[in-house]
């Protein structure tokens, strides 16, 4: 396949991500049939209201992939709950991550443990997703990561890397996983195309910043910055995929960090996935 062929094949697997905030309803379910949603749980929102968003996003035709932040589960009844609705929606994907609460308020202090209890349990889960760092967690050591990626695979389908915007970071970690042991398809996460003061701001946050440094020197983003420009994941893409070569049969699809622009998103997608380059 030519690199076109591949990276279109990609943007027609990829899942967007969307934030379950009000703001957000309206453009959610004014996205093109056969959109593939992942609906965030965080501290501040919680699992209802991953669990509201995906229910309502199942209930109008999507697919739906909601996240379950295991330092949030009180504990077995309240997981059973969790499941027990997303079986009442259809709903058979989950991703599962360990949570920003500090402390847990349950039984599940990260994703390992969550998926473990998971795996004791009747449910109608299919697929389940997990995610990965290539540029390292900011408060983890890279062993300690290592570590409890290899016990998360045990119980897990694909992994979903934090954003990175360094083709040679992704494909050094790539490499270095894979020899360590980890055999997991990897959907690559993306920034979506949002604004660039926007993409600084977010990403400095969670811990990317070293990335950003070398986006700024590769694809002018102070420029971008001034001018009020949106970020292009195209060039990443394209720029990994011939990088990779055949070893790029081992990334399943893209994982789309919209910060809820969700139609600029849908819209890439579409583009994306035609094989013409998007403008």
Known sequence: MTTS??????????????????????????????TVFTITCSAKTGPERTLEFAELAAKNGYR???????RQVAGPAALRDFLDRLASAGITDLFVIGGDLTEPVGPYPGAADLLEALAD????????????????????????????????QKNADYLVSQLCFDVDALV???????????????????????QIRKLVEVSLRIGVGSSLR??????????????????????????????????????????????????????WQERFASCATPT
């Open 5 to 34: 062929e591949v990276v279109a094949r990609l943007a027609r697997a990829t899942h967007i991500e969307a934030i379950p905030l009000r703001s957000v309803r309206e453009d959610l379910l004014s996205a093109p049939s056969g």
């Open 64 to 70: 739906v992939i909601p996240h379950l932040a295991a």
């Open 121 to 152: 349990l009747d449910h109608g889960i299919t697929r389940i997703g997990v995610g990965c760092y290539p540029e390292g967690h900011p408060a983890i050591p890279d062993d300690v990561v290592l570590a409890d990626l290899l016990r998360k």
């Open 172 to 194: 050094g970690w790539l490499g270095s996983v894979r020899a360590a042991g980890v055999v997991l398809p990897l959907r690559l996460g993306l920034a979506g195309p949002v």
């Open 214 to 267: 070398y986006l700024r020197k590769q694809h002018g983003m102070v420029r971008n910055l001034v001018g009020g420009g949106a970020y292009r994941p195209e060039e990443l893409v394209r720029a990994l995929v011939d990088r990779l070569g055949e070893a790029a049969s081992e990334i399943e699809g893209l994982h789309l960090f919209s910060f809820n622009q969700i139609e600029a998103a849908t819209a």
